[in-house]
């Protein structure tokens, strides 16, 4: 008998450890749960919640295990480092795991990374995010680690049990701050939370109080009796306030239901995507118009009278519109967002909903056509999943770009809704829109009195707009300024917009109109914005739009008070063309005026003739032989050498000449845009692949990039022999880097108010010789001279 005591003793002593573990764990599980459910709105269907459970479940398996055994804290964080790439993939990263199960080296690297950038691309992107995203390793890894840390405390501190709660108000808190601003059922999280973490602290208190006050006779007499009874009134307490707390937190969740605003972490972040450092599309408008036929892109589903949009630019400096700061509300404000896209710009206006698919052409770039506001972009392809993960989207404007870059064969499928534009009925009444727009700087003094005497009669604001829409498409003529078409520059620069609304008779096309119409609507206080995008004209029929040069088109919206942005087409038709004699530059030639004849010139005195010496001696002979011979093998190897070398003279010769051409034309800004293309074929020969038809800044980023990748030591040390040529260029970070400084000079000169002066044209040259020379400093001798002569700069077509 005195034998089976003590078995008696061990095996109640290892129920009531046994029984405390699970409720202390299962009570750390449901404080745990609660931030894994703050998570949860973050992100579409239950990926969040399958990520979050599981890393609590692994999280107190390792703490129980650890305290079983013991182990060491370097032990414990071992285990859960390791249980965190074996079981990321499966929790988290299903879709990059083998069977959906087994981490592959993707995931692996996703897991690895997401430690260090995921809390910034989540802060950054547009939230509900996708449950198969990426970023739902965050519930998954602060789950994890939130749960080993309080189930240790609560399994291995006798008297510090408490310290279990902080883990889980952490995890609670940190998913708060970087989720979404309104989630429902904030107040029945928070009394849930509190709830069970008085229940178990309750409980724990009185466990260790009864343990405090029981004697070693009354544990001798009565032990198993008395541990039982007391478990079961702990563990009914405990149940009791646990029932209170949840029946709470379901009132309140009822009564609560409507998402409540709060403040989190995205709040005050500004987005570290700007996508101002790529040119604006505006710039490139009249290069798609000369390849007019090139195909640049197609869609399925259009519905009849929606338009694509490209870009959309609210902001300008007097040399280019574009896109404003990435600051909140702005037409730069771009967030990361997954294939479901939250209805912030489709819930502000009326529209049908339509479904089309995008098939890309020789469109290329970042910024990704759409049409009305999307609801949902799903990437098809070989680059669906890249693409998919670069996507970035400005709900306030519906525009969307891919940091990745489209390519021909990409293709998309949208979920929009297509804007219902209202009639001028329904406008009769409405003010403008209150929407804060950037300032607009480098007007031309010519948009303020022109947009004063357009308006002079207009009584509304629709009025007013109407009024500067009709003096422009009614007063002007079309012309792309192309091959056969009557004189019109490009560009829409202060220079520029000042001689079309002071000429006698304005020239231009969509880009000069849209955008004179923007800056005089900006001097009236109208909200307006210039967009970029594709429609087809009226005589187009079937189901398929094929979007080219000659579908393209600049327009421009208004915003007004309930009624949102509507559109305005200040453009000419394209048959209301000048006459030659309205477009013929005035001349004011000079009388011609007979030279004299030049001076007769003296008689030029030859010297007189040397005799011959027919006295030859016979070595004499002999060395002119053999100086004759030496002289043939010379002179033939010359002339060998100078047949083959022909084509590369005449290549040098042909780059000289189109160097003096440059620099020897009319107009000095003519001469800036030579010297930019002077250096752009220096960094083509050399292999940047600068685009065809890009802006200068696009260009000058593809120097950057070509030379920053192929040699970034060597770009360094180049960036500091340029640095006498353009002290600035060194935040640009490389050789490559002076060309977006030089980029932006040209078309400040070429663009900005005001011809450039000669030194202003010779200072720019000195600084494109030097920067070239800066390109190649780090080549080889074969390299440099295999560009000297090399054929893809003659093969550019030139900017006009």
Not at 27 to 37: E, N, R
Not at 190 to 198: D, K, L, P, S, W
Not at 451 to 456: I, K, L, R, S, V
């Amino acid at each position: 008998m005195s034998a089976a005591a003590p078995a008696t003793g061990v095996s109640s002593a290892a129920a009531r450890f046994s029984l405390r573990w699970a409720f202390d764990l299962a009570a750390v599980a449901a404080l745990l749960m609660v931030g894994v459910s703050a998570w949860a709105p973050s992100f579409i269907g239950a990926g969040a919640w399958v990520a979050g459970a599981g890393g609590v479940l692994l999280g107190l398996a390792i703490a129980a295990l650890g305290a079983r055994f013991r182990l060491g804290m370097l032990s414990v964080a071992g285990a859960s480092v390791l249980a965190y790439f074996v079981f990321g993939g499966a929790l988290a990263l299903r879709q990059l795991s083998l069977f959906g199960v087994i981490p592959s080296l993707d995931a692996l690297r996703e897991l690895a990374l997401g430690v260090v950038f995921s809390w910034k691309q989540l802060l950054t992107s547009q939230v509900p995010l996708p449950g198969e995203d990426p970023l739902v390793i965050l519930p998954f890894l602060t789950a994890l680690i939130a749960s080993v840390l309080a189930g240790s405390f609560a399994l291995r501190l006798a008297r510090g049990y408490a310290w279990a709660v902080l883990p889980a108000l952490v995890l609670l808190v940190v998913a708060i701050a970087f989720g979404v601003p309104r989630a429902s059922f904030a107040i029945a999280q928070g009394i849930v939370f509190t709830g069970v973490a008085v229940a178990w602290l309750a409980y724990r208190g009185a466990l260790q109080r009864s343990s405090a006050r029981g004697s070693a006779v009354a544990q001798a007499q009565g032990e198993h009796t008395l541990a039982r009874s007391a478990t079961v009134r702990r563990l009914g307490f405990a149940a009791a306030v646990l029932v209170v707390a949840l029946a709470a937190g379901g009132a309140s969740s009822a009564v609560t239901s409507i998402a409540s605003p709060r403040y989190v972490l995205r709040d005050v972040v500004i987005p570290p995507f700007d996508v101002r450092e790529y040119p604006s599309p505006l710039q490139a408008f009249r290069g798609y118009i000369r390849d007019a036929k090139a195909v640049l892109f197609t869609v399925d589903g259009l519905p009849e009278g929606a338009r694509v949009r490209l870009a959309t630019m609210d902001a300008y400096d007097g040399v280019v519109y574009n896109v404003s700061g990435n600051g909140a509300g702005g037409s730069g404000s771009f967030l990361r967002v997954g294939e479901r896209i939250a209805p912030a710009g489709a819930a502000e206006v009326a529209g049908e909903s339509a479904t089309m698919t995008f098939t890309m052409g020789e469109l290329g770039g970042v910024w990704v056509p759409g049409v009305g506001y999307p609801t949902r972009m799903r990437f098809d392809g070989e680059r669906g999943e890249e693409l998919a993960r670069s996507l970035h989207y400005n709900p306030g404007s519906g525009v969307a770009v891919a940091t990745r870059g489209l390519r021909e064969g990409d293709s998309y499928e949208i979920d929009t809704v297509v804007p219902t534009p209202p009639n001028d009925t329904a406008l009769a009444d409405a003010p403008f829109g209150s929407v804060k727009m950037p300032k607009q700087q480098g007007i031309p003094q010519t948009a303020a009195s022109s947009a004063g005497d357009f308006t002079a009669e207009a009584e509304s604001a629709i009025g007013q707009a109407r009024a500067l829409e009709s003096a422009l498409a009614t007063g002007g003529f079309f012309s792309h300024g192309l091959e056969g078409e009557p004189r019109s520059r490009a560009g829409h620069g202060a220079e520029r917009l000042d001689a079309l609304l002071g000429a006698e008779q304005m020239v231009g096309d969509d880009e000069q109109y849209a955008t004179a119409m923007a800056v005089m609507a900006s001097q009236l206080g109208m909200p307006a914005r210039v967009v970029m995008g594709f429609y087809p004209d009226a005589t187009s029929t079937g189901e398929r739009f094929t979007a080219t040069g000659d579908t393209l088109h600049v327009w421009v919206e208004v915003a007004f008070d309930e009624l949102g942005w509507v559109v305005f087409d200040p453009t000419p038709p394209e048959d209301q063309v000048p006459t030659d004699e309205d477009t013929k530059p005035r001349t004011d030639p000079k009388p011609q005026v007979i030279q004299p004849p030049p001076p007769p010139q003296e008689p030029v005195q030859l010297p007189p003739e040397i005799p011959a010496d027919d006295g030859e001696s016979e070595d004499d002979a002999l060395d002119t032989a053999w100086l004759g011979t030496v002289l043939w093998v010379v002179g033939g190897s010359l002339a060998t050498l100078l047949v083959l070398a022909a084509p590369f003279l005449a290549i040098l010769l042909l780059k000289l000449g189109r160097r003096k051409r440059r620099r020897a034309r009319e107009r000095t800004a003519d001469q800036i845009s030579g010297g930019w293309d002077e250096f752009v074929d220096r960094a083509v020969d050399l292999g940047a692949p600068v685009p065809p038809r890009g802006t200068r800044r696009a260009g000058a980023l593809a120097v950057r990039e070509h030379f920053a990748a192929a040699d970034p030591a060597r770009t360094d040390a180049g960036a500091q022999a340029a640095a006498t040529a353009a002290p600035e260029a060194g935040a640009e970070h490389g050789a490559g880097g002076t060309a977006l400084v030089l980029a932006d000079r040209a078309d400040a000169q070429v663009f900005g108010p005001g011809e450039p002066s000669a030194g202003d044209v010779e200072e720019f040259w000195r600084d494109v010789d030097a920067s070239a020379s800066a390109l190649a400093s780090g080549q080889s001798t074969w390299r440099m001279l295999r560009a000297r002569v090399s054929l893809r700069s003659l093969r550019r077509k030139e900017r006009k």
